[in-house]
Nanobody, 124 residues
Framework: VQLQASGGGLVQPGGSLRLTCAASGFTTDCYAIGWFRQAPGKGPEGVAC?????????YVDNMKDRFTISRDDADKNTVYLQMTGLTPEDTAVYYCAAGLMPALYNYPERYNYWGQGTQVTVSS
């Protein structure tokens, strides 16, 4: 399984970004794709995840008001993270990961495969 996150960049406070995760190589139809982030000096933090079978989603509580996870209608292995109302505290490297499991979790240890991250910097 391979994953590649893209779409990061420099954005002003209050701005928006949409990240894209391109995943491939699955040999099962049952998995979750999650977004995580890691700020300098901190451990990885879950953001949201989506189930491959039915598109159901799970958000970390303090993320759901400003972040939206979704997938491409034609290709369920392309997953997006729409981020709005960004603040400097959202500055981090954002990763997407895949977990070969039927349930949804936002815990990094549940995920088997990780892509290279994309840097998001929120600054004026």
């Amino acid at each position: 399984v391979q994953l590649q996150a893209s779409g990061g960049g420099l954005v002003q406070p209050g701005g928006s970004l949409r990240l894209t995760c391109a995943a491939s190589g699955f040999t099962t139809d049952c998995y979750a794709i999650g977004w995580f982030r890691q700020a300098p000096g901190k451990g990885p933090e879950g953001v949201a995840c989506i189930n491959s079978l039915d598109g159901s989603t799970l958000y970390v509580d303090n993320m759901k008001d400003r972040f939206t996870i979704s997938r491409d209608d034609a290709d369920k292995n392309t997953v997006y993270l729409q981020m709005t109302g960004l603040t400097p505290e959202d500055t981090a490297v954002y990763y997407c990961a895949a977990g070969l499991m039927p349930a949804l979790y936002n815990y990094p240890e549940r995920y088997n495969y990780w892509g290279q991250g994309t840097q998001v910097t929120v600054s004026s």
